[in-house]
T-cell receptor, first 110, second 114 residues
């Protein structure tokens, strides 16, 4: 079977750093994606990890440990516009078929 | 600019009616996907297609069907709408080769079945 777990909600302060964790149990693992979704909008791509380690892209970084079935998304210098849901998704096999977690709703306050 | 569009954006229908949601992409992607999104469940895969004339069932395919007659379109049909199918529906597309090709999502269709 497959299972992807993320915290349901998180809050953080503008300018701070927040880490959103994702753990997964799935067969045929072939990469992990993070998406951002603002309320009422479509998900948009943030990052992709297939090898262990940290991928950095501006204020956002994503980490993967395949042996532990664990990933995190790190958001630095938080801005109010970062208030959104963050979706963790695991790719199984080829052809980009994704299994999504339920998402983490992040609220950034002044 | 290439894009992926969905229509209608909002739809209210009655139980038992047949409903078709349209998805059109101009990325020339071979892979297309339909998801539904409900509170507490995240995005769940309904059907997907890897190319023309190819369709596959996802994890929540009961009561839904798709057809792929060209590269650009993957319409989703609810054969006999049920209240449990009230949801937000997202269409997505992606490249078909290589790793790391992200899915591009349409704006979504909010469907209410009364």
């Amino acid at each position: 079977g497959q299972n992807i777990d993320q915290p349901t909600e998180m809050t953080a302060t503008e300018g701070a750093i927040v880490q959103i964790n994702c753990t997964y149990q799935t067969s045929g693992f072939n990469g992990l994606f993070w998406y951002q979704q603002h309320a009422g909008e479509a998900p948009t791509f943030l990052s992709y990890n297939v090898l262990d380690g940290l991928e950095e892209k501006g204020r956002f970084s994503s980490f993967l440990s395949r042996s532990k079935g664990y990933s995190y998304l790190l958001l630095k210098e938080l801005q109010m516009k970062d208030s959104a849901s963050y979706l963790c998704a695991v790719r199984r096999g080829g052809y980009n078929k994704l299994i999504f977690g339920a998402g983490t709703r992040l609220a950034v306050h002044p | 600019d290439a894009e992926i569009t969905q229509s209608p954006r909002h739809k209210i229908t009655e139980t038992g009616r047949q409903v078709t949601l349209a998805c059109h992409q101009t990325w020339n992607h071979n892979n297309m996907f339909w998801y539904r999104q409900d509170l507490g469940h995240g995005l769940r895969l309904i059907h997907y297609s890897y190319g023309v004339q190819d369709t596959n069932k996802g994890e929540v395919s009961d009561g839904y069907s798709v057809s792929r007659s060209n590269t650009e379109d993957l319409p989703l049909t609810l054969e006999s709408a049920a209240s449990s199918q009230t949801s937000v529906y997202f269409c997505a597309s992606s490249e078909s080769r290589g790793q790391g090709y992200e899915q591009y999502f349409g704006p979504g269709t909010r469907l209410t079945v009364t």
